[in-house]
């Protein structure tokens, strides 16, 4: 009485069979998730520069902020001189 199970040449072909779509779904989900990390890693990039842009555009705008200030600052200086005169 053999104690090994017999194999035909259905499970050989189901072997095959299946042995190629684990390759397949290998491959699909190796290209899938490359492409979503492609996808995520393009997004971060535009948004690290679009956060660069904006930091510039606050600093700029600080700028100007301190500029108008220091203005504000000499046109009421002004203004009192010519009262005290």
Same mark, same amino acid.
């Given at each position: 009485?053999?104690?090994?199970?017999?194999?035909? @040449?259905?499970? $050989?072909i189901?072997?095959? %069979?299946? !042995?190629? &779509?684990?390759? +397949?779904?290998?491959? @699909?989900?190796? $290209?899938?998730?490359l492409? %979503?990390? !492609?996808? &995520?890693?393009? +997004?971060?990039?535009?948004?690290?520069?679009?956060?660069?842009?904006?930091?510039?555009?606050?600093?700029?705008l +600080?700028?100007?902020?301190e500029?108008?200030?220091g203005?504000i600052?000499?046109?009421?200086a002004?203004?009192?001189?010519?009262g005290?005169?």
């Amino acid at each position: 009485m053999p104690i090994a199970l017999l194999i035909d @040449a259905q499970d $050989v072909i189901d072997a095959v %069979v299946l !042995l190629v &779509a684990l390759v +397949a779904g290998f491959l @699909a989900a190796g $290209v899938i998730g490359l492409l %979503v990390g !492609l996808g &995520a890693g393009f +997004a971060f990039i535009e948004i690290t520069d679009e956060l660069a842009r904006i930091d510039e555009t606050l600093t700029r705008l +600080a700028q100007e902020n301190e500029r108008l200030r220091g203005r504000i600052d000499e046109l009421e200086a002004a203004i009192d001189s010519e009262g005290a005169e």
